[in-house]
């Protein structure tokens, strides 16, 4: 560690591996990852540059716990909790489901911002856990309580979980490729008409009524 201890960890609050895990985030969250080196890092974090490989295998690595913490945060920034099952109606649910997801893909986007150009911080990103629903990823986690509702009778005997999570996960995908692929266009604003229309769309399917 630099010879003058970081100021953060001067009470002991925080690991020095927890502090530039802290430190990486918050300049993920305002930068992104492109160019970000790990001299940025160490000057933000208060050490010298090469403290950062006594905790982590590359830059790259400590960039993948930084965004996963990044994740984390946003969810946790959310208004309110994951519906339950049984409670309110499913139609709520699931506008509320679509209004939560929408809006943590929205917070990130700025942070995944040109996160597709680096194989090697992909690579590490995938060797850590799903960052969303506490490990369980937003399709299990809608996946499960569809099942709950399906067995409350509260959702259609023959509707299958897995196809309405997937997808509601591919509209947020959607939300944020979109977004990355053209990243000088403006980002998506996900608007109420947008998810009332998608949840009308996953009650009621396409067909007209009276057809199968």
Do not use: W
Request: proline content about 8%; glycine content about 8%.
């Amino acid at each position: 560690m630099s010879p003058r201890k970081a100021a953060a960890l001067r009470d002991g609050d925080q690991s020095l591996r927890e502090h530039l895990i802290a430190t990486a985030r918050r300049l993920v969250a305002r930068r992104g990852t492109v160019a970000l080196t790990v001299r940025d890092v160490a000057r933000e974090a208060g050490v010298a540059d090469g403290v950062l490989y006594n905790h982590f295998a590359d830059k790259e690595e400590l960039l993948a716990y930084a965004l996963h913490a990044h994740v984390r945060a946003a969810e946790a920034g959310l208004d309110g909790a994951p519906p339950q099952p049984g409670e309110a109606t499913v139609e709520a649910n699931l506008r509320a489901y679509l209004t939560r997801a929408l809006a943590l893909h929205a917070a990130i986007l700025p942070a995944m911002a040109g996160v597709l150009t680096q194989p090697k911080l992909l690579a590490r990103l995938a060797e850590l856990p799903n960052p969303i629903s506490a490990g369980r990823g937003l399709r299990t986690e809608l996946a499960g309580y569809l099942r709950a509702e399906r067995k409350l009778g509260r959702v259609a005997a023959d509707a299958s979980a897995e196809a309405v999570a997937a997808l509601v996960v591919g509209v947020c995908h959607d939300l944020v490729l979109s977004h990355l692929l053209d990243p000088v266009g403006p980002a998506p604003e996900p608007s109420p008409r947008l998810v009332d229309e998608l949840t009308r769309t996953l009650l009621h399917g396409v067909a007209p009524p009276g057809r199968p």
